[in-house]
């Protein structure tokens, strides 16, 4: 248990459909992190969030859009996605993103299957 | 540009052997960090060991150690006594210096065999 916390664990969704990935961390973190785990591909880090605001957004399509509330939550809004979507979407945690040392704390993920 | 290099797409290990997944990166930054995650089946990235570009001592955890050869810009992951448990993806991973996200490897799929 890394106090990082993804529902659902599974989603299978047709591509006119609208979904959303919560994720919330329980560790007093500042930054949150939005993850997509394609099979053999390295992790693409998709959106940082930092203080609630958006520090990164690695030129993800606007089918996904990323919703912080709070330093607690993080949301991941999808629409009108792509079967080539289809991936374990990963959120982590980190107190201080500016720190070469800082490690980051994820979720278990959500597999998300586009038909 | 940032990249990590892991070579070995799947390794088998017998039970209680050591391994070494390998690991190497490129960066033209003097300043870095270097992680190793574990993934198993249930899906979620486990923080295994760090290693700084400056620390002149090769960063240890309990049966993970890392081999830190700077000149040769690689970062290896020894696994001492292997278990069971061991078997997962592994994942090493970056962090240039300043406020710049972590790089991940494609990941070594590590196997243990009793």
């Known amino acids: 248990e890394t106090g990082v916390t993804q529902t659902p664990r599974h989603l299978v969704m047709g591509m006119t459909n609208k979904k959303s990935l919560k994720c919330e961390q329980h560790?007093?973190?500042?930054?949150m992190y939005w993850y997509k785990q394609s099979a053999k591909k390295p992790l693409e880090l998709m959106f940082v969030?930092?203080?609630?605001?958006?520090?990164e957004n690695n030129s993800v399509p606007s089918r996904f859009s990323p919703e912080c509330p709070n330093s607690s939550h993080l949301f991941l809004h999808l629409h009108t996605l792509q079967p080539e979507d289809s991936a374990l979407y990963l959120c982590?945690?980190?107190?201080?993103?500016?720190?070469?040392?800082?490690?980051?704390?994820f979720g278990s993920g959500t597999q998300l299957s586009v038909l | 540009a940032q990249k990590i290099t892991q070579t070995q797409p799947g390794m088998f290990v017998q039970e209680k052997e050591a391994v070494t997944l390998d690991c190497t990166y490129d960066t033209s930054d003097q300043s870095y960090g270097l992680f190793w995650y574990k993934q198993p089946s249930s899906g979620e990235m486990i923080f295994l060991i760090y290693?700084?570009?400056?620390?002149?001592q090769n960063a240890t955890e309990g049966r993970y150690s890392l081999n830190f050869q700077k000149a040769r810009k690689s970062a290896n992951l020894v696994i001492s006594a292997s278990q069971l448990g061991d078997s997962a993806m592994y994942f090493c991973a970056m962090r240039p210096s300043g406020n710049t996200p972590l790089v991940f490897g494609k990941g070594t799929r590590l196997s243990v065999i009793a």
């Open positions: 982590a945690s980190s107190q201080d993103p500016g720190r070469e040392r800082e490690k980051l704390f």
């Open positions: 969030y930092n203080f609630k605001e958006q520090t």
């Open positions: 290693q700084g570009s400056y620390d002149e």
């Open positions: 560790l007093g973190h500042n930054a």
